[in-house]
């Protein structure tokens, strides 16, 4: 196999030496299977095919300038999968297995996680999928839960620069009280037509607001938002919100900055009081916003008035970033290293 090129690796799916597969099968959890194989069997009425029975989340894994590989808050993905199966009445990965797994599958691929110096990590995605033929809305009785991982370089290739999100009314992410609190696929395909809008009309992503009232602040993207506001870090309260580990963590992490700490709802007419606002999530950790444009009603926000993000933003970046390579102490326990 060619040596891989760490400096040029995109965010996207590449092929590793192995991943993990554990079945539900006659009411039990079985045995942790090893797979060199990227393709499944399935049913052609598995439930997940026609019910969306699917549920998944993202984690990586860090190589430090020790040499140490660290993965960041597995603990929380394991408790954010097992809320998101209850959610669609699938058979929740009991937390123990779940990290066995990932430890397992992120030790089988050693070689996949990216050196310190290349910013790169290590994506981890697990998956649980209903399996059980279904013509009929039931939900299944058998499950499949599969852990894939592969490198992928940093989000930001030229550095952490300011983006342009827009608003849209015509659009909703998902349903009042309905599956935005959950990690699953029918959210994401929801959000399909009017993120290719907004990549169209040269934006980063949408800025959701909430499907009810459409007045206030909901998802940005596949990302949750957070503005900064005479010093503090606000961000919305929502039942149709992704609860991000991500946000959670720079939540603690700007309280230990002295910041107060503000999670309620955020008028749409507030955006003119923030100073910074960004996306957070997984893939970038924090992505600035320098502009809101509201399609609707003409209206520009505009948070920045240069190409480069806000100090705020810019620290909590950097703190998070630190943590997760080993750079700084982990004064919480979030990160697990990989014996």
Known sequence: MPAIDWANLRFGYSDTDYNVRCRFENGKWGEIEVSTSPTIELHMAASSLHYGQEVFEGLKAFRGRDGKIRVFRLEEN???????????????IPEELFIEMIKKVVKLNERFVPPYESGASLYIRPLEIGTSARIGVSPASE????????P????????????KVCISREYDRVAPKGTGRWKVGGNYAASLQSGEMAHRLGYSSMLYLDPKEKKYLDECGPANFF??????????????????ITNKSLMQ?????GMEVEQRH????????FTE????????????????????????????NSNEPGPVVMSLYNKLRAIQYGDEPDSYGWVTVID
């Open 152 to 163: 992928v370089g940093p989000y930001f290739k030229e550095g952490v620069k300011p983006t």
């Open 266 to 273: 955020i008028p749409i007419e507030e955006l003119s009081e």
């Open 253 to 257: 992490l700007a309280k230990d900055m």
């Open 227 to 244: 503005g900064i506001k005479e010093g503090k870090y606000v961000t919305p309260a929502s039942e149709s919100i992704l609860p991000s």
């Open 143 to 150: 499950y499949l839960f599969i852990v894939m991982v592969m």
């Open 78 to 92: 394991a408790r954010r999968i097992i809320e998101s199966a209850k959610g669609l009445i699938m058979e929740p």
């Open 277 to 304: 606002a960004a996306a957070c999530g997984t893939a970038a950790v924090t992505s600035p916003i320098s502009e809101i444009d509201d399609l609707d009603t003409g209206k520009k926000y505009v948070i920045l």
